[in-house]
Antibody, heavy 117, light 107 residues
């Protein structure tokens, strides 16, 4: 059973960079034709796709966030990561990592990141 | 980008009753449509993909259908664990946008 777990700081100051890591267990991040995704959800609101990375390192980002986002993958550690630069209060949300092959079938439990001074 | 419109915003249902949720795409997404269920404090859970295929472990009371750009999720007999928010999501085009959700609450 594949499991995903997000980790990283729960509090980030405005204008700084948010950094999160997703650790995949129960299977190799390199196996299969999957994409590894970051999705976020502000409190009480809907889901927003941030971006994804393939096992070969090819990335696709949401155009609305493209200038802020970098997603990377470390297959040796079975992890992938999100960096979101120049954050504001609008970036406060629960951040999820997920495995996707079209639909997203495995999700992490989510981690709350608050942007505040 | 493709806009996904879900209706109704809120649906009040008694346990054991049938629930019908709708999702309309602003343009064709073929059958590349998924439904998710989210309970408070939890991650979304994949229910349906390919418009009508149940994901692994999803009970048969959940079914999905498609008519052009209109998609329907039907829960034949609502159980207590089925309450929460349901999202549709198209994955035909990038970005794979979600609808705004339908909240299913106890009547």
């Amino acid at each position: 059973q594949v499991q995903l777990q997000e980790s990283g700081p729960g509090l980030v100051k405005p204008s700084q960079t948010l950094s999160l890591t997703c650790t995949v267990s129960g299977g190799s991040i390199s196996s299969g034709s999957y994409y590894w995704n970051w999705i976020r959800q502000p409190a009480g609101k809907g889901l927003q796709w941030i971006g994804r990375i393939s096992t070969s390192g090819s990335t696709t980002y949401n155009p609305s966030l493209k200038s802020q986002v970098t997603i990377s993958i470390d297959t040796s550690k079975n992890q992938f990561s999100l960096r979101l630069s120049s954050v504001t209060a609008a970036d406060t949300a629960v951040y999820y990592c997920a495995r996707e092959w079209g639909p997203a079938d495995y999700w992490g439990q989510g981690t709350l990141v608050t942007v505040s001074s | 980008e493709i806009v996904m419109t879900q209706s109704p915003a809120t649906l009040s249902v008694s346990p054991g009753d049938r629930a019908t949720l709708s999702c309309r795409a602003s343009q064709s997404v073929s059958i590349n449509l998924a439904w998710y269920h989210q309970k408070p404090g939890q991650a979304p859970r994949l229910l349906i993909y390919g418009a009508s295929t149940r994901a692994t472990g999803i009970p048969a009371r959940f079914s999905g259908s498609r008519s052009g750009t209109e998609f329907t999720l039907t829960i034949s007999s609502l159980q207590s664990e089925d309450f929460g928010v349901y999202y549709c999501q198209q994955y035909n085009n990038w970005p794979p946008l979600f609808g705004e959700g339908t909240k299913v609450e106890i009547k």
